[in-house]
């Protein structure tokens, strides 16, 4: 405020100069509030990244245990197959973790790859389909 209010008048422009500045704080505000979250979402992905190491997704029970009896074939009994006793235990329950979020996040494209394979083929190795010629 610059000058001192003395009528009516000059008390409503200095009301109006104060909203449109009110309007100006708020607006800069925002755009404060979206660069923060812009610059913490690296922060972000790393947090989501590291909780899916250490948390198991359990909604897909019968897809989960497949990938679990994979990944202890594969990582337990040939990658780490020489490996200490504490790798033995880590790496598996941090595979484990990880792939019950991967499996949840992609569950339908996964079940229709895993019919594709298990479903009836022709000759051509084409899926047959149902359709009734009567």
């Known amino acids: 405020m610059t000058?001192?209010?003395?009528?009516?008048?000059?008390?409503?422009?200095?009301?109006?100069?104060?909203?449109?500045?009110?309007?100006?704080?708020?607006?800069?505000?925002?755009?404060?509030?979206?660069?923060?979250?812009?610059?913490?979402?690296?922060?972000?992905?790393?947090?989501?990244?590291?909780?899916?190491?250490?948390?198991?997704?359990?909604?897909?029970?019968?897809?989960?245990?497949?990938?679990?009896?994979?990944i202890n074939l594969v990582l337990k009994n040939t990658i780490l197959a020489r490996a200490g006793w504490f790798a033995k235990l880590v790496v598996p329950f941090l595979a484990k973790n990880y792939s019950s979020h991967l499996i949840s996040e992609n569950k339908g494209a996964l079940l229709s790859k895993l019919f594709s394979w298990i479903g009836k083929k022709n000759a051509n190795g084409h899926v047959k389909t149902h359709t009734s010629d009567n």
């Open 3 to 70: 000058n001192t209010i003395r009528t009516y008048k000059d008390m409503q422009e200095e009301k109006k100069r104060l909203q449109e500045l009110l309007v100006i704080q708020k607006q800069l505000i925002r755009e404060d509030i979206e660069e923060i979250k812009e610059s913490l979402k690296p922060v972000q992905s790393a947090l989501s990244f590291a909780g899916k190491l250490v948390t198991r997704d359990r909604g897909n029970f019968i897809l989960n245990a497949g990938a679990n009896r994979i």
